[in-house]
């Protein structure tokens, strides 16, 4: 069976204890390779690995950097049929969703901060009549930790690796123990591209393992994190006593509010996909819709007949729109919240059920789930599900639904159906979330700041934010005689 191996020091190489995890295909509910379940005694060698490789590499020029992270995004697009073939069998994706989303994505993370480094510049102060002269270094820290989930597996492990090593940093990464073909892949395309040994290690394992592991490495300076609230207040408590440099990316549960004077026809469409796209597995999905009172009915009949076309099934079949969440556990879970629901009192308008796919019997199908509710403060309202399942419920008026978005222990993002200007500033100005996208959904230019407030994180990626958090500034204060 095909092994998972680590990657340290540029070369592929099995955990030291020879402990081995079981990787599934979602899709068939089936073991279908092996995963190195490294320790503490892997985190250090690829630190050691790490930290040989940093003189040189923070010392490298942006341009010869600049071009290896251009190398390793054109490796990426060259091989985009085969890591989406990959992505897909290993989170049971549609691979037409890897195609187009997730490994274009992956290679864009790469050329984006191949670029983005050349244009990373730093202040400088003159204390004038003081003949002080100040200015700021932004220096590579060392060797920094990140750890990525298993929804947007290489789209997410990129977007904090491409960074981190533009900036001159050398990395020890661990993607999910649920989700880590991708960036095994990843680590023959790096040394294609030319990155030096050490650059970058991938270690496999799990969180409480591996995870904890870098997260307690007391050399790793900075963690850079994204995942599950829970597990993110665990990395805190270990981080922050060690004064290291956090970055928290964590769940949400994000509204979606709906007035009656939007473009219907645009809204409903990306509804449908701001809700069940990637399974409903995204942190961004509008799991929480608001519809205005006067539009609920009819929102109600519309939106319930076009989430029925859904095509659930194998995620390999060209006419596949949802295809299998990422795991048996998740899959229970995510049914646990159907069924509370139905205690809470919710009315499941469509969906609530497994799916058998002919040849695929053991897959971890779900229909899409729409369920309505008459109360925010219900748990399916307040806690992160993370699946094809949203709640509906309508509003009057424009003070009520702002409470209710707000009303949440979460702030990642909202969306926002509106054509009046007025209130768009109004409501963008005072819902409480990282992002408002406005009459649009998932529209990602990588330059913006992208992070949660509230329980969905602390700390802001991409664009300079992200290059920012993965150097050190320094002021160098000058005196001079006139
Ligand atoms: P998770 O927290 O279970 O795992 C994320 C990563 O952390 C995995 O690699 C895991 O092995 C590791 N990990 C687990 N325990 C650890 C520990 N004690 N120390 C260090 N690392 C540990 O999350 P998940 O289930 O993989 O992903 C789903 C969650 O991620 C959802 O809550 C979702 O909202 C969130 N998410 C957030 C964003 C964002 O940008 N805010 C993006 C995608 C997913």
Redesign the pocket.
């Known amino acids: 069976m095909k092994k998972i191996l680590n990657y340290i020091d540029g070369s592929y190489c099995e955990p030291y204890t020879q402990d081995w995890l079981d990787n599934y295909n979602p899709s068939k509910g089936a073991v279908y390779s092996k995963i190195a379940s490294s320790s503490s005694i892997d985190v250090d060698k690829a630190y050691q690995a790490a930290k040989k490789a940093f003189p040189s590499w923070s010392n490298t020029t942006i341009d010869a950097r600049s071009a290896i992270l251009l190398k390793i995004a054109n490796l990426i697009e060259d091989n985009l049929d085969m890591l989406a073939e990959a992505e897909s069998l290993d989170n049971g994706k549609p691979l037409s969703l890897a195609k187009t989303v997730d490994i274009p994505r992956a290679s864009s993370n790469f050329r984006f901060f191949a670029h983005a480094i050349t244009q990373f510049a730093s202040e400088a102060h003159e204390s004038v009549g003081l003949e002080t002269m100040n200015f700021t270094l932004r220096q590579a820290i060392g060797v920094v930790g990140c ?6 597996p290489l789209y ?1 492990f990129t977007w904090k690796i491409a960074p981190a090593i533009a900036a001159g940093n050398t990395v020890v990464a ?5 989700t880590p073909m991708t960036a095994f892949l990843l680590g023959k395309i790096c040394t294609q591209a030319g990155l030096p040994n050490g650059v970058l290690n991938i270690i496999n394992g ?3 393992s591996v ?2 592991a870098i ?1 307690e490495h007391p050399n790793i300076k900075a963690i850079s ?5 829970k ?1 993110g207040a ?2 805190a408590r270990t981080a922050a006593p060690m004064f290291k440099k956090l970055s928290l ?4 549960k994000n509204p979606n509010i709906i007035f009656a004077d939007c473009n219907y026809e645009k809204m409903l469409s990306i509804t449908v996909k701001s809700s069940f796209a990637n399974q409903g597995q995204i ?1 961004l999905c509008g799991s929480r819709i608001f519809v205005e009172k006067s539009i609920y009915s009819k929102f109600k009949n519309d939106f319930v007949s076009r989430v029925k076309e859904l095509k659930v099934g194998d995620p390999f079949a060209s006419s596949t729109q949802i295809g299998a969440l990422v795991s048996k556990p998740h899959l229970d879970k995510v049914m646990s919240y159907i069924d509370l629901a139905k205690e809470e009192g919710g009315e499941v308008l469509y969906g609530g059920n497994k799916v058998i796919v002919n040849g695929s019997e053991n897959g971890y199908y779900l229909e899409p789930t729409i369920i309505e509710v008459t109360n925010n403060n219900c748990r399916v309202n307040q806690e ?1 599900i ?1 699946g094809p399942v949203v709640t509906m419920m309508s509003f009057d008026t424009e003070e009520d639904v702002l409470e209710m978005a707000n009303n949440v222990k979460y702030g ?1 993002s909202a969306t926002l159906w509106t054509s009046n200007l007025d209130r768009t500033m109004r409501m963008s100005k005072q819902i409480e979330s990282g992002i408002v996208w406005v009459n649009t959904w998932l529209n990602r230019d990588l330059r913006t700041p992208f992070g ?1 407030v509230k329980n ?2 602390v700390g802001r990626e991409g664009g300079f934010e992200a290059l920012k958090f993965f150097t050190e500034s320094k002021n160098i204060c000058i005196k001079y005689d006139n």
């Open positions: 750890i990525s989930p298993w929804n947007l997410l661990k993607p999910s123990e649920v799990t969180g409480p995870g904890q997260v994190f994204t995942g599950g609230t597990t665990s990395i990316e964590l769940g949400g942190c992160e993370f990642l949660g969905s994180g």
